[in-house]
T-cell receptor
């Protein structure tokens, strides 16, 4: 079991470009969460997805950000027209279909907007 | 709205000391509480998971307690080592349909040789 896989580990984008972050959950995990960690700050919830469904996107900025978890393939967090303030570490976590288990986090994608 | 607070924000101790990290939360309607470790520039490693019906969990030199009614958890680290230096985060799983983890801002620990 390879754990939660995120790629790329580091991503550099110029202002105005698009960033696509990928997350493959642990085998058997059907819940995927995205969190953002700004420099020197804690982790903030962005979005919760199950296969083909967005369950809770209350932490996602209303513009430029979108997320999906298709039937096949990884979950994608997409940031359009990136700005310097989007520079952060983006973490994905997965959990099984029950509240009795904890989250398992990936190693994160560190986005730098130049 | 659930708020999670960790005290102290930073801690520096000599090697060998026993230490306690504190976590408090405002809403006791949680499924569980999880302690994580984060090394600089790295991801999160789960240390201990305590279900809401449990009082404590132990793993090696780590012991975590949970008092749900008072909204408190402590992480006890025995015989600290320089390799324990990291940021320690606590997070609670909200008892609602979103299964959302709410994090504290962490305690940055430095264990001096």
């Amino acid at each position: 079991n390879a754990g939660v896989m995120q790629n790329p580990r580091h991503l550099v984008r110029r202002r105005g470009q698009e960033a696509r972050l990928r997350c493959s959950p642990m085998k058997g995990h059907s819940h995927v969460y995205w969190y953002r960690q700004l420099p020197e700050e804690g982790l903030k919830f962005m979005v919760y997805l199950q296969k083909e469904n967005i369950i809770d996107e209350s932490g996602m900025p209303k513009e430029r950000f979108s997320a999906e978890f298709p039937k096949e393939g990884p979950s994608i967090l997409r940031i359009q027209q990136v700005v310097r303030g989007d520079s952060a570490a983006y973490f994905c976590a997965s959990s099984p279909r029950t509240e009795n288990y904890g989250y398992t986090f990936g190693s994160g994608t560190r986005l730098t907007v130049v | 709205k659930q708020e999670v607070t960790q005290i102290p924000a930073a801690l520096s101790v000599p090697e060998g000391e026993n230490l306690v990290l504190n976590c408090s939360f405002t809403d006791s309607a949680i499924y569980n509480l999880q302690w994580f470790r984060q090394d600089p520039g790295k991801g999160l490693t789960s240390l201990l998971l305590i279900q809401s019906s449990q009082r404590e969990q132990t793993s090696g030199r780590l012991n975590a307690s949970l008092d749900k009614s008072s909204g408190r958890s402590t992480l006890y680290i025995a015989a600290s080592q320089p390799g324990d230096s990291a940021t320690y985060l606590c997070a609670v799983l909200l008892m609602d349909s979103s299964y959302k983890l709410i994090f504290g801002s962490g305690t940055r620990l430095l264990v001096r040789p």
